[in-house]
């Protein structure tokens, strides 16, 4: 297989600039080029970008990126590093979802507190006024 960049980019779902950033930090190895200096893919480039593209989609970081894709290259060796990088982006996850979810209650309770009278009484508008008072008012 020998395509361009186009067509890597149609067959991962990729768009062009993002694959050119990805070889530009690395992600994506230095190809070969034509004699018109166009770049020049094969499936392997296929399977990387593909691979990048979802762990990017599951919320890994460029580096976690990095070393999962140094880790795939040798398949004998342990997923115990693996486990590690994955295990430490579930807890950023979960510390996000906790976030997430206080943001949540405090929305819901700023909602549930608005009397649907005029602004000069609405509950909203007072919280996101003061928030010292709103964090006051849970404690």
Do not use: W
Request: glycine residues 8%; aromatic residues 4%.
């Amino acid at each position: 297989m020998d395509i361009s960049i186009g067509e890597l980019s149609r067959r991962a779902g990729v768009k062009v600039p993002t694959i050119r950033y990805y070889e530009g930090i690395g992600l994506m190895p230095e190809t070969s080029r034509t004699e018109g200096k166009q770049r020049r893919y094969d499936a392997t480039h296929v399977a990387r970008l593909n691979f990048i593209r979802h762990a990017r989609e599951l919320g890994f970081e460029v580096e976690a990126i990095r070393e999962l894709l140094d880790m795939s290259g040798q398949p004998d060796t342990s997923c115990e590093e693996a486990d590690r990088i994955a295990r430490r982006h579930l807890d950023e996850v979960d510390r996000r979802i906790a976030k997430l979810e206080a943001l949540r209650g405090e929305l819901t309770r700023m909602i549930s507190e608005c009397g649907h009278g005029r602004v000069a009484e609405c509950r909203v508008i007072q919280v996101l006024a003061d928030h010292d008072q709103c964090a006051h008012d849970r404690h």
